[in-house]
T-cell receptor, first 110, second 112 residues
Framework: GENVEQHPSTLSVQEGDSAVIKCTYSDSASNYFPWYKQELGKRPQLIID?????GEKKDQRIAVTLNKTAKHFSLHITETQPEDSAVYFC?????????FGQGTILTVHP | DAGVIQSPRHEVTEMGQEVTLRCKPISGHDYLFWYRQTMMRGLELLIY????????DSGMPEDRFSAKMPNASFSTLKIQPSEPRDSAVYFC??????????FGAGTRLSVL
């Protein structure tokens, strides 16, 4: 089955800095790559997603890039704010079935 | 829409007891997923349904776990008998045509 590796497991940045989280996947049939943000005690919530026919997508301070050849995708957050502090999960999907990475705990220090 | 609704939000039970978790997906969604989240194992897919039919239950840990979806607006995940290692947060999610998955608020299960 699909296997998703996510790095780093923890990331600490100063407010205003950029944060980058990277994921790799194993199954080239994966065609949909969402990113979820989960605040403490809350549900995972989609923040951005990308499909395999697109190389990059941006939504305000958040961007995702996809390299199908290398089977990796990344989340970029610019101008980080304390409210960006949370756990971020990447995922890869085949036929609607999501396989999640292990998560990255992002801490943004004021 | 109220989103995916799960009940109960919290469940505390004793080892050996039966536990039933409930989920109401978003109206019109044809996929329903059950996940388990723990610190050690992260977010694991247990089982998912398409049009009320179980498609993949390879993530169900063992025979003590079972899931049903009797109609498009209701699903249950049952653990019988429960064990302390089943303690986790269980999420239900739904999607339309295998697109974006929307998660419920989760059920925090503690088995003593």
């Amino acid at each position: 089955g699909e296997n998703v590796e996510q790095h780093p497991s923890t990331l600490s940045v100063q407010e205003g800095d950029s944060a980058v989280i990277k994921c790799t996947y194993s199954d080239s049939a994966s065609n949909y790559f969402p990113w979820y943000k989960q605040e403490l005690g809350k549900r995972p919530q989609l923040i951005i997603d990308i499909r395999s026919n697109v190389g990059e997508k941006k939504d305000q301070r958040i961007a995702v890039t996809l390299n199908k050849t290398a089977k990796h995708f990344s989340l970029h957050i610019t101008e980080t704010q304390p409210e960006d502090s949370a756990v971020y999960f990447c995922a890869a999907s085949i036929g609607g079935k999501l396989t999640f990475g292990q998560g990255t705990i992002l801490t943004v220090h004021p | 829409d109220a989103g995916v609704i799960q009940s109960p939000r919290h469940e505390v039970t004793e080892m050996g007891q039966e536990v039933t978790l409930r989920c109401k997906p978003i109206s019109g969604h044809d996929y329903l997923f059950w996940y388990r989240q723990t610190m050690m194992r992260g977010l694991e897919l247990l089982i998912y349904f398409n049009n009320n039919v179980p498609i993949d239950d390879s993530g169900m840990p063992e025979d003590r776990f079972s899931a049903k979806m009797p109609n498009a607006s209701f699903s249950t995940l049952k653990i019988q008998p429960s064990e302390p290692r089943d303690s986790a947060v269980y999420f239900c999610a739904s999607s339309r045509q295998s697109s974006i998955q929307y998660f419920g608020a989760g059920t925090r299960l503690s088995v003593l």
